[in-house]
């Protein structure tokens, strides 16, 4: 698997690291990105990006910081992680309100 630095599961999916994304984090560490992606609560939803069709998926890492982590789907049950960042101010103001409106 060229580019690809190692593989975990969650929830019956297998996430994949893109070797550029894990040497692309800044101020984000890799445990991070799994706990968001881990987690019991989080938030997918589609993205598109010059043609290429993906998933973000908001969450909280243990801590409580909010992420926001893109993947692509490889098939099955197995997906791609391409990005993390922090989550924009308005896409916390987002990510709060749906929490409250699923609590």
């Known amino acids: 698997m060229d580019g690809v630095k ?3 599961y ?9 070797t550029e994304a894990l040497a692309r984090l800044r101020d984000i560490e890799s445990q ?7 987690a ?10 010059a043609g290429v069709h993906f998933l973000t998926i908001s969450g909280r890492t243990v801590d409580g910081r ?3 982590v ?15 960042r922090e989550m924009t101010p308005d896409e916390l103001v ?10």
Not at 10 to 18: K, M, P, S
Not at 75 to 81: A, D, K, L, V
């Open 10 to 18: 969650a929830g019956g999916v297998g996430y994949e690291w893109l």
């Open 40 to 49: 019991r609560r989080r938030l997918p939803l589609a993205a598109e990006s």
């Open 94 to 103: 987002r990510f709060k309100a749906w929490e409250a409106d699923a609590s």
């Open 32 to 38: 991070e990105v799994t706990q968001v992606l881990s």
């Open 66 to 68: 909010p992420l926001v």
């Open 6 to 8: 190692r593989t975990f």
């Open 70 to 84: 893109a993947v692509r789907l490889l098939g099955g049950h197995r997906q791609q992680i391409i990005g993390a």
